[in-house]
């Protein structure tokens, strides 16, 4: 069964801080990784997609890496803005025709000032 | 962004009354999307469709029905609501390809009392 797991479930940090989440999956024939951001209130939005041969991805302060040998991706956030604060979600897709994608449980990230 | 409008975006019912939600896009997408989102469980598919008069079930689809007679929208409905059933719903659309991003409505947040 294809599976997302997303760590840590919830994160405080301080404004200005870095920070890391971290996104574990077991679906097969992978295709991609995308991060979504859901601000409270919203929809989710694509931050960034990764494909099977890229490591490392920027997007402004995110920056989005994958090892796909060990099914690992992370995103990591510089210098974090109070805007930051929002839930961050893994979705993985596979290949072979499939439009139906796998979702992580999302990260809830608050940054205080 | 696709143009993904959900109506309600709000609606207080009593248990055992249908539901009708509804999904508008404008982008001409051929994928079409419900999820529901409760804290604890993320984002989880109930019903899809891959395109006109095309749909299929996801892993909630329990006293959910859809229909989808035109491109352009997507109609969720609770044929008895539950409490069980109070939730925040999501619609969602994709273009071709599996790198194709996911695009989301903002959400219609349903009380069932």
């Known amino acids: 069964k294809n599976q997302v797991e997303q760590s840590p479930q919830s994160l405080i940090i301080l404004e200005g801080k870095n920070c890391t989440l971290q996104?574990?999956?077991?679906?097969?024939?992978?295709?991609?990784l995308r991060w979504y951001k859901q601000d409270t209130g919203r929809g989710p939005v694509s931050l960034t997609i990764?494909?099977?041969?890229?490591n490392t991805k920027s997007n402004g302060r995110y920056t989005a890496t994958l090892d796909a040998d060990t099914k690992q991706s992370s995103l990591h956030i510089t210098a974090s803005q109070l805007s930051d604060s929002a839930s961050y979600i893994c979705v993985v897709s596979a290949t072979g025709g499939s439009y139906i994608p796998t979702f992580g449980r999302g990260t809830s990230l608050i940054v205080h000032p | 962004d696709a143009g993904i409008t959900q109506s309600p975006r709000h609606k207080v019912t009593e248990t055992g009354t249908p539901v009708t939600l509804r999904c508008h896009q404008t982008e001409n997408h051929r994928y079409m999307y419900w999820y529901r989102q409760d804290p604890g469980h993320g984002l989880r598919l109930i019903h899809y469709s891959y395109g006109v008069k095309d749909t299929d079930k996801g892993e909630v689809s329990d006293g959910y029905s859809v229909s989808r007679s035109k491109t352009e929208d997507f109609l969720l409905t609770l044929e008895s609501a539950t409490s069980s059933q109070t939730s925040v719903y999501f619609c969602?659309?994709?273009?071709?390809?599996?790198?194709?991003?996911?695009?989301f409505g903002n959400g219609t947040r349903l009380t069932v009392t």
């Open positions: 996104c574990n999956y077991t679906v097969s024939p992978f295709s991609n």
């Open positions: 990764m494909t099977f041969s890229e």
């Open positions: 969602a659309t994709r273009g071709q390809g599996s790198d194709s991003p996911l695009h």
